[in-house]
């Protein structure tokens, strides 16, 4: 029986999601391209596998129609809006994924990436590369009002990191777990106004079917002048348009993306220098990204027992 490992990095820290593959009794086939796939490449090189082990290549219905012999998906990921998750279960597909082992990664990376943001490290490194000696003043996270919007397990370590350095913590859900929030001072409030109070907004929500934005123009009206707006969620989830915009005219001082609409990124926000841009790297910690394989690996082959 083969397997397809669709992520263009899998396998690549250690062979333990491989070997447990072929000890399993299973033939792989990797992903030649070193991207992400399309639906075409996804149904030639599939085409007589029985699991994938995904990525974030479209998982639509053609593309399962196209594959009679695939029973299970397991994502390397928490995030599920690649796949057509209702066709999947008129056609008995079995879908995992691994909602524990990205957590710290994209926590410490949304971390990073605000302080680099607001303390302007990368402005500061291009200067120094440039042999140009050139002091920058950026900002503190001290007293910071960060607003988090999605209240998972993602955003639920973000808020935590943030808080222990001194921030003060608001934050929308709407599925909020309120004993938590009471438990870590997290003041829980309506999506309009972390949109207007925060300082500092980090967005932490999964994507829908319809990959629609949710925030726009209409939310970025909404946002406090001067704010900084972090996005290491999905892709999509901001509209790159109004962002762009928005951080033309300074009614942002700053943003850090790490997902995009449409990946490779080669867009316009490359040309802007309040902005820090990242090529999705908010799982890729060795740590966090060798445990979300062996686990998607595991949940596979569990589910074709």
């Known amino acids: 029986m083969k397997i397809l490992t669709s992520p263009s990095s899998f396998g690549q820290i250690t062979n333990k999601p491989l070997d447990l593959l072929t000890d399993a009794g299973f ?22 596998c029985v699991g994938i082990v995904a990525g974030v290549e479209p998982l639509t219905a053609r593309v399962m129609d196209a594959l009679p012999g695939l029973k299970c ?12 998750l209702n066709h999947a279960a008129r056609k008995g597909i079995i ?13 410490e990376l949304t971390l990073g990436l605000t302080l680099a943001l607001i303390r302007k490290v990368p402005q500061a490194h291009y200067d120094m590369k440039n042999r140009v000696w050139k002091k920058r003043t950026g900002n503190l996270i001290l007293n910071k009002v960060i607003g988090v919007v ?4 993602i955003g639920k370590q973000v808020s935590q990191l943030f808080k222990s350095i001194g921030a003060r913590i608001i934050g ?39 990959n629609s934005a949710v925030f726009g123009a209409k939310e970025m009206d909404l946002i406090k002048p001067g704010a900084f707006l972090i996005n290491i969620s999905r892709g999509g989830i901001v509209d790159e348009d109004v962002l762009y915009a928005s951080l033309s005219t300074g009614k942002l001082s700053g943003a850090a993306i790490d ?43 569990n589910a074709l027992k």
Do not use: C, Q
Request: charged fraction near 25%; charge should be negative.
């Open 27 to 48: 033939e792989v086939i990797n992903n030649p391209f070193g991207r992400k796939l399309t639906e075409d490449e996804v149904i030639y090189l599939a085409k007589d």
């Open 73 to 84: 998906i397991s994502r390397v990921g928490i995030g599920l809006d690649n796949i057509d």
């Open 95 to 107: 879908i995992k994924n691994t909602p524990d082992g990205p957590t710290r990664a994209v926590a």
């Open 150 to 153: 999605g209240l998972g397990r």
């Open 172 to 210: 929308y859900d709407p599925f909020a777990d309120k004993d938590w929030a009471l438990k870590y001072g997290v003041e829980l409030m309506d999506f309009e106004t972390v949109l207007k109070t925060a300082d500092i907004i980090t967005i932490h929500v999964p994507g829908d079917e319809n």
């Open 259 to 301: 997902v995009f609409a449409e990946e490779p990124y080669v867009g316009p926000l490359i040309d802007l220098d309040n902005v820090v841009l990242t090529p999705h790297l908010g799982s890729y910690a060795e740590e966090g990204k060798l445990i979300m394989e062996v686990d998607a690996v595991n949940n596979l082959i």
